[in-house]
């Protein structure tokens, strides 16, 4: 199971390189990530090397996060590989609440993350359907 660390900040020029400038001082990797807004606030959702410690940096920052469980399910990288997934989760009657890609380091695959309500639940029908879930 992977955490996701999302940070809450104002939507204003420099908040994000504000960010990465915060973790890149603590030596935390950013593996992935995806980011989201309004006009006034957004949500940056990443994988870091280290989760508590990005999450202790910010928060002392003033920054709002939290981190949370996500599930990450290697795939291979050719048409149709998103779709069986969707598919999967659409038969087992699982609604997902957002996705973003990265790749794995070490094999080079994609990784589609995913949240949904009860992501442990998720996790192990996913495993039982073969998938390689992280």
Known sequence: MLKQLSVYAENSKGTFQNITSLLMQEGINILGSVTSNSSEFGVIRMIVSDTQKALDILQANDY???STHIIGVEMADKVGSLNTLLLELLHGNINVD???LCFN???GMPVIILH??????????????GFAVQ
């Not at 309500?117 to 996790?123: A, K, L, Q, S």
């Open 116 to 129: 949904t309500e009860d992501i442990f639940e998720v996790e192990n029908h996913l495993k039982t359907k």
């Open 98 to 100: 957002y996705t973003y």
């Open 105 to 107: 380091r070490e094999t």
């Open 64 to 66: 709002l996060c939290r």
